[in-house]
């Protein structure tokens, strides 16, 4: 037999009731959808920017230099909104 050993601090395990938005808020990094008992490692925290009223993915990813679809799906494809915290690949 093995035992699963996590550094404290670089992974999580999640638990009942816990939403991807809270992990999210609480560390400070961006993470994919969430079940109970799956066990998530948490990147360091990343770069971001926040959206300015008219901005879309492509604006941000021409101003930031970075791939249009890599943006989208690092933050979910949501719908974009002034002042939003927009992560960054």
């Known amino acids: 037999m ?3 050993t996590l550094e404290r601090g670089r992974y999580l395990r999640i638990r009942k009731g816990i939403t991807e938005k809270e992990v999210s808020a609480a560390f400070g990094c961006p993470v994919p959808k969430v079940f109970c008992g799956e066990i998530i490692k948490l990147s360091p925290p990343k770069r971001y920017c926040f959206a300015l ?3 879309t993915y492509a604006t ?3 101003r930031e230099r970075v791939n249009e679809q890599s ?3 690092q933050n979910g494809d949501r719908a974009v909104y002034p002042t939003l915290k927009i992560w960054l690949p």
């Open 2 to 4: 093995f035992s699963l």
């Open 60 to 62: 941000i990813a021409a």
């Open 53 to 55: 009223v008219g901005d």
């Open 71 to 73: 943006l989208r799906r």
